[in-house]
């Protein structure tokens, strides 16, 4: 069976103290549950992440960051390499969201370096891939995710391909409260897990789990999550307010 994740990505909320008594708060929740089906993630700002690794230590829930430099190490003023967050005691990084596609400009070149410096730090790669509202409504939506896989992500070995998470995230979905029919995501998800298989094989494609994002909500998590080939979620708004999160994680 494949592995069933939800991940909460912060971007850019939360200060310091914010950050982690939220983060006790979801710890503290999830350990005194029984285990449940899903591996919970939190991905939070870069300041969260000592302090927060910290709290998580002896819990269920893992812990990202949302973002990595396309360097290993030296002058680059203001960045955070993917080794300096394997350090902090994260096992993950967000990689290709669309935020950092549209605002920085991270194109599929940067984002290829970007995976493979973090897979060599030991991160594992939730790798976000997905069209916008322009390429959908013109039937390019398949041709787009195509071209980010291939690009981005192809580039990598079978064994490498362990290390990831991919996550596919309409990007007319983000935000905006306008979420894929469970439908749509299935469609595209079992298109993605068909070119997973066409370039490394059954088993590689069989155990990639891919999650979904976009405007999902406790109130249609449990729909999208039924579909065959949705393995969770990557959850940006929902993922700030601990009934929403927690709600969401329990919809498997
Ligand atoms: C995201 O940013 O990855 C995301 C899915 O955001 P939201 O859930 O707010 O649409």
Not at 14 to 33: P, W
Not at 129 to 152: A, C, D, P, T, Y
Not at 209 to 236: Q, R, T
Request: charged share 25%; hydrophobic share 40%; with cysteine.
């Amino acid at each position: 069976m494949r592995k069933k994740i939800v991940a909460g990505n912060w971007k850019m909320n939360m200060d310091l103290a914010e950050g982690l008594k939220f983060t006790a708060s979801i710890d503290k929740y999830f350990k005194d549950k029984p285990s449940g089906k899903a591996q919970v993630i939190l991905c939070t700002p870069f300041i969260h992440l000592a302090g927060a690794s910290d709290i998580l230590k002896h819990g269920k829930v893992a812990l990202g960051a949302q973002n990595c430099a396309s360097e290993a190490s030296g002058a680059y003023t203001g960045e955070v390499s993917a080794w300096m967050i394997k350090s902090t005691g994260a096992e993950y990084v967000i990689i290709g969201h669309s935020e950092r596609r549209t605002y920085y400009h991270e194109d599929d070149k940067l984002l290829s370096k970007k995976t493979l410096l973090a897979i060599n730090s030991g991160l594992k790669v939730i790798f976000c891939i997905g069209e916008s509202l322009n390429e959908r409504e013109s039937g390019k939506h398949f041709l787009i995710v195509k071209r980010q896989l291939e690009e981005g992500l192809f580039t990598l070995t079978e064994n490498q391909m362990d290390m990831i998470v991919l996550a596919y995230e309409p990007v007319w979905a983000i935000g905006t409260g306008l979420t894929a029919s469970p439908e749509q995501a299935q469609e595209m998800h079992k298109y993605i897990r068909d070119l997973v298989k066409e370039k490394y094989g059954n088993e590689c494609a069989k155990k990639m789990p891919i999650l979904y994002g976009g405007s999902c909500k406790p109130s249609n998590a449990a729909e999208i999550f039924s579909k065959p080939d949705v393995d969770g979620g990557l959850i940006g708004g929902a993922a700030l307010k601990k009934e929403d999160f927690t709600a969401i994680v329990e919809a498997f």
